[in-house]
């Protein structure tokens, strides 16, 4: 199965022309030239490709790995909340 | 006030992508315009314009691209060119001025009528066309008016003003005639001065087509369409490029030893308040005048003119009245070029391009040819140039007029370099 890192590499090299060698999980965004406003525009372009929603507030991340955590983070809680929203499991869950 | 001297020039145009292409295609006159490849060509009565041949991914990093609607990718290209032009740029030459200029004292002066519309175009799309709410989150940054002076400030940390001029289709005209202004007056040393303009949207080319200004395609010659002063003349074909212009103080450009290609000596500046798309002889005329005044010129010293010229019935015949207004007898013995009948009009571009062609035309002592002009119309019976460049003319000094939808005229004068 393709990791998030290999999916986000792979929109990183066909979508923003990275020379695949930088793609390292400790890289740093700003050293990648991804500024806050990229990191932005970076994930409103992973936002399909994962099938997530970005919450509204703005996430600090400063490497690559920031935003595959960030991304499997996203899954992780909105599966659960796809589960939160079903009726039935609603009624299993302890209110919060 | 102090002498400006113009000492760098740069183009992005359907004429090709440098000064000295686009002057030799409108001396030798091969048209930009054609048909254009794109899918919504088939829903558009016209599908013709005038394209450039450009790709913005051979010019910018990928990053940066991303957030370059291709209006500022014109004017970035443009105005790079001009600097290298003025051997200013420290990557061009690293013992220039350059390098130690201040560069609080530089100032971008960019005309634009239609700003980022591709960009605007492609979110409406989305929401509206695709019924989807994923606007892209650059699209404010790509569409907005001011990016393509601000994208040339940031290339080259020029801190001075940074002024963005949206008056239709003189924008670009006005753009110079208020760097102009600034480096006369001393409150910049350098002006990065001109228009960028990239109007080929589906949107933005239907709302021209339902205003009916566009040319119909000529059938035989569909590179002919746009026929300014010919009695046949169907309207203006949209065109898009950029054209970059560097102004500096004429003592320091002296000074630095900077190869001077052309004086600006004037600008007038008016508006019709008549009606938002008629042109008005009276205002075309004053500002054709003051133009004149402000260089400290009488009429006998122009030698040729630099037509608006858009190929529209209305305002060749207004035009040619507003000449006429000006110059009286004269006006039949001052040649009058129109070089849209090639480029197309590139609305806010325009008047810059028009500015470099007739700065060019001058120091190869040429007179511009208005190409497609086959059929005199009795109400335009000045000296057109037709179809055929004129070649060994002494030609020293010219207007480059620009008139606008919004009633701005705006007129600059300019001197060959000698």
């Not at chain 1, 990791?3 to 890289?27: C, M, S, W």
């Amino acid at each position: 199965m393709t990791t998030t890192f290999e999916r986000l590499r792979a929109i990183l090299i066909k979508d923003y022309k990275f020379t695949p060698d930088l793609l390292v999980l400790e890289a740093p965004l700003e050293e990648l030239g991804i500024d806050s406003l990229g990191t932005a525009e970076l994930l409103f372009n992973i936002e399909d490709e994962f099938g997530v929603t970005l919450p509204p507030d703005a996430v600090q991340l400063t490497t690559l790995g920031d935003v595959v955590g960030f991304i499997d983070d996203l899954i992780v809680t909105q599966r659960k909340n796809q589960v939160q929203t079903d009726p039935v499991a609603d009624f299993a869950l302890p209110a919060v | 006030m102090r002498r400006v001297a113009v000492t760098g020039m740069g183009v992005v145009s359907p004429l090709g992508n440098s000064a000295q292409a686009a002057f030799e295609a409108a001396r030798d006159g091969r048209s930009g315009i054609g048909f254009i490849d794109t899918p919504f060509a088939r829903r558009l009565v016209a599908p013709i314009a005038a394209t450039a041949q450009f790709d913005g991914a051979a010019w910018f990093e990928p990053l940066k691209l991303r957030m370059l609607d291709r209006v500022s990718q014109f004017a970035v290209v443009a105005a790079n060119q001009a600097l290298a032009n003025a051997n200013a740029n420290a990557n061009i030459n690293t013992d220039t001025d350059w390098a130690q200029m201040d560069r609080s004292r530089v100032g971008v002066f960019v005309g634009t009528g239609m700003g980022g519309t591709l960009s605007n175009d492609d979110g409406y799309k989305t929401l509206y066309a695709d019924g989807s709410d994923r606007i892209k989150p650059f699209t404010v940054l790509a569409g907005m008016h001011n990016a393509p002076a601000a994208w040339i400030g940031l290339e080259h940390g020029l801190t001075g003003p940074n002024l963005t001029y949206s008056t239709a289709c003189s924008s670009s005209a006005v753009a110079m005639g208020e760097a102009w202004l600034r480096v006369a007056s001393g409150a910049v040393d350098m002006a990065i001065a001109g228009g960028s303009e990239a109007p080929l949207s589906f949107g933005s080319m239907k709302a021209w087509e339902a205003l009916h200004t566009l040319a119909a395609v000529d059938i035989d010659a569909p590179a002919a369409s746009c026929k300014p002063f010919s009695k046949n003349r169907t309207g203006m074909v949209l065109g898009e490029g950029a054209a970059m212009l560097v102004l500096e103080a004429w003592d320091s450009a002296v000074a630095r030893g900077a190869s001077i290609q052309g004086e600006l000596l004037g600008y007038g500046l008016t508006t019709d308040a008549g009606h938002i798309t008629r042109p008005s002889v009276v205002g075309q005329a004053a500002a054709m005048s003051a133009a004149l005044r402000s260089a400290g010129l009488d009429l006998s010293a122009v030698d040729a003119i630099n037509a608006h010229g858009t190929g529209t019935q209305a305002n060749d015949a207004v035009e040619t009245a507003a000449i006429k207004a000006v110059f009286g007898a004269r006006a039949c013995q001052i040649p009058v070029s129109a070089t849209k009948a090639l480029h197309g009009h590139l609305l806010g571009a325009a008047g810059a391009l028009e500015c470099v062609l007739s700065l060019l035309a001058m120091q190869h002592q040429v007179v511009l040819p208005t190409l497609h002009l086959l059929l005199p119309d009795p109400e335009c019976d000045l000296d057109y140039v037709p179809n055929l460049a004129r070649h060994h003319v002494p030609v020293r000094t010219m207007l480059s007029n620009s008139f606008a939808f919004g009633g701005t005229n705006a007129v600059l004068v300019l001197r060959a370099s000698s």
